[in-house]
């Protein structure tokens, strides 16, 4: 007999991914009707069991940040305790500049104040924070050039001594 306990994901269809749950919709439905249907199908089971519903967040953390992760998290959680949770804005990172992607709205956020509301942007499933990377300096660009330029002069001036 399958296990009860531990942590189920929800198919595209709504569906508890569990062998004994399989026939069970829980997406698109209230929290009570969910626990309702659940509570039905183990007292089918004759099962003498207790269950705790905790919804989950799938959220991706990625650009400029310490560890870009997808992560599941749970309601309530917060723009600020997402990045936080990847490790925080890398050196590299525009904490400037980072985009909240819900769906197909962007919205980019300065979050340089730590009093900043934006912090408190609650999360939703599907949510991607992307922290964009700072712009190069000039010499970013200018230096591997002059240094690949040296190497062709230095190895012309080899070839000429032959």
């Known amino acids: 007999m399958p296990e009860f306990s531990g942590e189920f994901e929800v198919d595209a269809t709504g569906r508890l ?12 439905v209230p929290l009570s009707v ?9 007292d089918r089971e004759q099962a003498d069991a207790e269950f705790f519903f905790q919804p989950l967040l799938r959220v991706r953390v990625e650009g400029e940040v310490v560890r870009p992760m997808i992560d599941r998290h749970p309601l309530g959680t917060t723009l600020g305790h ?11 990172g ?11 709205v ?3 956020m300065d979050l340089r104040s730590p009093t900043s509301s ?7 499933s599907g949510d991607r924070i992307i922290v964009d990377r700072r ?7 200018f230096l591997p050039f002059i240094s690949a330029l040296g190497t062709a002069a230095s190895i012309a001036n080899l070839l000429r001594r032959r």
């Open 106 to 108: 962007v919205t980019t």
């Open 17 to 28: 991914l569990h062998p004994r749950f399989d026939t069970v919709i829980v997406a698109g």
């Open 94 to 104: 525009r904490i400037d500049r980072v985009r909240l992607v819900r769906g197909d």
């Open 34 to 42: 969910a626990k309702s249907r659940i509570a039905s199908v183990l």
């Open 135 to 141: 712009g190069r300096r000039a010499s970013e660009y």
């Open 118 to 124: 934006n912090l408190q942007t609650p999360l939703q």
């Open 82 to 92: 997402a990045l936080a949770l990847a490790g925080g804005v890398s050196e590299r």
